[in-house]
């Protein structure tokens, strides 16, 4: 009886030690999830580790300590669908269908990451704004590689934080949710998207946090990819109008008692909400035990606005660079940006290596072995994540445009040209961070070899 007991006993011990074995090994084969998070007009300067002192940002700055900091690393354009087109795309904004906020609706040529991720096996999803395709286009997120999408696809829509109304888009099907307690403003210019200032009680942000938490607890046990597209900071506004006080947030929060304009106290606290919520969502991962089988990118689709009564310069939101949103200097390009990954990422580290929104495309799919589009204008960066610099591939030069605007980067010279029939201004960013200083005349070779990069390119 004692030997059956002792033999059972070591076949229930030995199962269990199988199944663990499987599952270690399930989780070491398993590739990566990713998630991409990335607030809405927030700036170089807005966050604590590149310098801001007075708006608190504990959780972004613990990510920058755990993770690598890109500090050289640009946003696919200086306004925020054009930006996104470039992340989504691969393509820079020279070869994108527009650089600038004018509409555009996703057709059947285009490639997204997303797609290309969801053939490599991941489930698929976002958060936020959208703006690549109202309903009924065929632009709507799950017609181009999203299994789930639940926020904005109206752009438009996406400048208002207390929307009578959201979009879900799941299971083939996209369906507008109604918001409670958000009642329409009787105004017809408002075109029936503002809920009137007394009744505003469902805050947008804090919905789109939610859905992105639950669709990490939901898909955690396979490998996924996620969007998070908040659209805060941005400002409170609507074809130009301001809105309520422009920066509209639930509550003021920690700021409520500075001797700030109202307009200041809710960019700092739109600011400090978005940064608890990444927190949120660095603790669920630890929660769920996959924090060192995700690659978080956290970042900005432009530099910081000077909108709906909030000043850029009240924070020092663009830091130490010249300009901010619709400029194609540093400040309205050059984001804050980290990635994150324990155990595979080395904490403390930094590159100064120029990358851009167009490199996401190449990385994402050499992380997960997704097909590389034949047509893209990206270098993956995983091999400097990876802490391998001596694998990174060297690039010539990194293109941003926005309507008649262009701006090179090659190595540490950067050219812009305001205009066609402008002369090309060059800066030396490696001391001259803040393009003060017009070095063109001095260096006439390397800005005829930014012209002709800017000239490969004609709209």
Not at 366 to 395: M, V, Y
Request: proline share 6%.
């Amino acid at each position: 009886m004692h030997v059956l007991t002792s033999r059972l006993m070591v076949v229930v011990l030995s199962l269990v030690l199988v199944g663990v074995i499987n599952s270690l090994q399930a989780e070491e084969t398993r590739p990566p999830n990713i998630i991409w998070i990335m607030p809405d007009d927030l700036g170089y300067g807005d966050v604590g580790y590149l310098g801001q002192k007075q708006v608190k940002t504990p959780h972004i700055d613990r990510l920058a300590s755990e993770g690598m900091r890109l500090d050289s690393f640009y946003a696919g354009n200086t306004v925020c669908r054009p930006s996104r087109l470039v992340l989504w795309t691969g393509l820079h904004s020279g070869h994108t269908a527009i650089n600038s906020n004018r509409p555009y609706v996703f057709s059947d040529t285009d490639v997204t990451v997303a797609s290309r991720l969801k053939e490599a096996g991941y489930t698929t999803g976002g958060v936020g704004k959208w703006a690549m395709g109202n309903p009924g286009t065929g632009g709507e997120p799950i017609h181009h590689g999203f299994d789930f999408w639940y926020g904005y696809l109206d752009q438009s829509e996406a400048h208002n934080f207390y929307p009578t109304h959201l979009y879900r888009c799941a299971d083939g099907e996209v369906n507008q949710e109604e918001l409670p307690g958000n009642v329409l403003l009787d105004d017809p210019k408002a075109r029936g998207r503002v809920a009137k200032p007394e009744h505003r009680d469902t805050y947008s942000h804090d919905l789109l946090t939610e859905e992105a938490l639950g669709f990490i607890r939901d898909n955690h046990e396979k490998p996924f990819a996620l969007h998070v597209h908040w659209t805060i900071p941005h400002t409170n506004n609507e074809g130009g109008r301001v809105l309520g006080d422009g920066m509209e947030v639930p509550d003021y929060g920690q700021y409520k008692d500075q001797d700030w304009p109202n307009t200041e106290k809710g960019f700092a606290a739109m600011v400090s909400r978005m940064d608890g919520d990444v927190g949120r969502i660095i603790d669920l991962l630890k929660e769920l035990k996959i924090e060192q089988n995700t690659l978080v990118i956290f970042t900005s689709d432009n530099g910081p606005h000077n909108e709906g009564g909030h000043k850029h310069t009240f924070f020092n939101s663009n830091g130490p660079l010249r300009g901010f949103k619709r400029d194609v200097y540093e400040g309205g390009i050059r984001v804050p940006t980290i990635a994150y990954w324990p155990g595979t990422i080395q904490p403390g580290t930094k590159s100064d290596t120029p990358f851009t929104f167009y490199d996401y495309m190449a990385t994402a799919c050499d992380l997960t072995g997704a097909k590389i589009p034949e047509k893209t204008d990206g270098i993956s960066f995983l091999p400097t994540l990876l802490g391998k610099s001596e694998q990174q591939t060297a690039r010539e030069a990194i293109y941003s445009s926005y309507e008649k605007k262009q701006a090179v980067r090659m190595g540490q010279w950067k050219g812009v040209r305001l205009a066609p029939n402008r002369l090309i201004e060059l800066y030396d960013l490696s001391t001259d961070i803040g393009e003060e200083d017009d070095v063109a005349e001095d260096h006439p070779e390397i800005v005829r070899r930014i012209a002709q990069e800017m000239e490969k390119v004609t709209r």
